[in-house]
């Protein structure tokens, strides 16, 4: 029985090179798995566009949506989600993140960008209004905690808080010994700098915007590494074996690690279905990534 087919879904940019670095991570993915059918898609700004994927492919053939994405957020609950629902015998994988190994190539991100231990850091996410994403983000940088002895806060770049710049005058305001300093402040040295990790993907309009966020150093992007095809295969065999636990000719969806219940959970998707995804069509059309 040949292998499902792998949609490998990015969010979509309109910087050249961040869909450059994209499109080499699907290569990537290919060349440790031969004869993998790895299909190009999104859920916003590029094309093709990820409900067209999945209508357009062969009947009977099984697919898993593999979210190019560091975390869960309204693109993984929402619009892949609905993806995968519309075709009997799809499933979509967890996102990317968070993952030891995301961790590790954080951390060589940091050396490569002479970071000591007298700097502070920021980790720096997309950001998400769905609060999986930060609890995400959160064990990430728990993991990053494991590795390095910085003072290190998480921030975002968009829909919640600390925002990217909020995060880099409050440890600036430490690093000068000010209100925020104290025994909050941890192992923060005199002479430390203000570093920024960018806990995203790929260059465009998020990491272009963490120039201006006022820190002394910013990090490069996660991409290009090996690591990502990596994880991104692990998340891919992970719900194919979940979908040979499924009942035949159901549609699985790869639960996240914090998955939110109930009502809440309820008023959440209803939440972005409505008036934070008008917002995204407006950020996408005159704001473009």
């Known amino acids: 029985m040949n292998s499902p087919i792998m949609i490998a879904c990015a969010h979509g940019t309109s ?19 031969p004869g993998l059918d790895v299909r190009e898609a999104y859920v916003d700004v590029q094309q093709p566009d990820l409900v067209d994927v999945v209508a357009g492919l062969p009947e009977g053939e099984p697919a898993v949506v593999v979210p190019l994405l560091l975390s869960v957020g309204y693109h993984v609950k929402v619009d892949i989600a609905r993806a995968v629902k519309s075709r009997p015998g799809s499933a979509a994988a967890a996102p990317l993140g968070p993952d030891p190994r995301l961790a590790g190539l954080l951390d060589q991100r940091l050396r490569e960008a002479g970071t000591t231990d007298n700097d502070v850091i920021v980790l720096a996410a997309a950001g998400s209004s769905n609060p ?54 941890g192992a923060v040295g005199v002479g430390g700098r203000v570093v920024i990790a960018s806990y995203l993907l790929a260059p465009g309009f998020f990491h272009d915007q963490l120039a201006k966020a006022g820190a002394d150093v910013v990090t490069e992007p996660l991409l290009p590494s090996p690591v990502l095809a990596e994880i991104a295969l692990d998340r891919y065999d992970a719900a194919v074996a979940g979908m040979h636990e499924a009942p035949s000719g159901t549609a699985r969806e790869a639960a996240p690690a914090e998955p939110q219940t109930g009502a809440s959970q309820g008023a959440a998707d209803a939440q972005e279905g409505g008036v934070f995804k008008a917002v995204r069509r407006f950020v996408t059309k005159y704001f473009p990534r």
């Open 15 to 33: 910087s050249t090179q961040g869909a450059a670095e994209v499109n080499t991570l699907r290569a990537a993915i290919a060349g440790l798995r």
């Open 132 to 185: 999986n994403a930060a609890v995400s983000v959160e064990e990430l940088l728990g993991q990053l905690q494991a590795l390095r002895s910085n003072r290190i806060v998480a921030a975002y770049g968009a829909s919640a808080q600390p925002s990217v710049p909020d995060a880099v005058a409050m440890l600036r305001e430490e690093l000068a010994g000010g209100a925020g300093a104290g025994e909050s402040a």
